[in-house]
């Protein structure tokens, strides 16, 4: 499993990608605009330079032509730039053009098994069920995700990886990890909820404060 940071913020990038454990972004313009950055394509432009790998970056437009003129030329920002495309009719039809131009896709705002196994079918490199919008209307988010990574493994020409996508809380990241998603996509301070445990800091607290009464530091 992978976890990727789902963000615009370059300084939480830099320290995700410092810690180790960030293989990965995914953004879009809100999330730019949240930030205060006026450029959309400088702001992805620089975070596909400091990431080493994908980063999905969102189209912004509807219409089969519209979206297909926009995702070629996001493609040309940088080699590890993935276009998401989101799960309609027209996404579809863009996704299996952009994919016989081998230009990668994140389908995104997936909320059923249906909307995923077309998208695979379509040749979407990821496919992205959003857990906590689907909690949020009263439906088991990470039960979709088990669903389609079972699916998926039992045909060998889906070979479309499982990003679980709008994750709200450590316990989140767990279930995906279970379900057996490829990639989770978190917020930076889940990232860091995720490192946390009080026992841990008790432990850290009481071997400092042993090696004091031993080393003779005060």
Excluded at 82 to 87: F, T
Excluded at 126 to 152: A, N
Aim: charged content about 20%; some cysteine.
């Amino acid at each position: 499993m992978r976890i990727f940071l789902d963000t615009a913020n370059i300084d939480q990038i830099k320290q995700g990608v410092k810690l180790g454990v960030v293989s990965g972004v995914t953004t879009n313009p809100t999330l730019v605009s949240k930030e205060g950055h006026k450029d959309y394509k400088a702001v992805v432009k620089e975070i596909c330079s400091i990431v080493p790998g994908p980063v999905s970056a969102e189209v912004v437009v509807e219409g089969t032509q519209a979206m297909l003129e926009q995702a070629r030329q996001i493609a040309t920002w940088a080699s590890n730039v993935v276009i998401k495309i989101p799960s309609t009719v027209d996404g579809l039809e863009v996704t299996s053009q952009l994919a016989r131009e081998n230009i990668k896709v994140n389908m995104t705002l997936c909320f059923s098994l249906n909307q995923a196994l077309l998208g695979a079918l379509a040749g979407a490199t990821y496919i992205s069920p959003f857990v906590g919008r689907l909690d949020d209307v009263g439906h088991d988010g990470m039960e979709l995700v088990k669903d389609i990574v079972d699916v998926f493994k039992k045909y060998d020409n889906l070979t479309t990886e499982v990003l679980a996508a709008s994750i709200r809380h450590p316990l989140h990241c767990v279930s995906a990890a279970k379900a057996g998603a490829h990639i989770a996509t978190v917020p930076y301070k889940v990232l860091l909820q995720m490192m946390k445990h009080p026992l841990t800091d008790i432990g850290v607290e009481r071997f400092l404060a042993d090696w004091k009464s031993v080393s003779g530091d005060k």
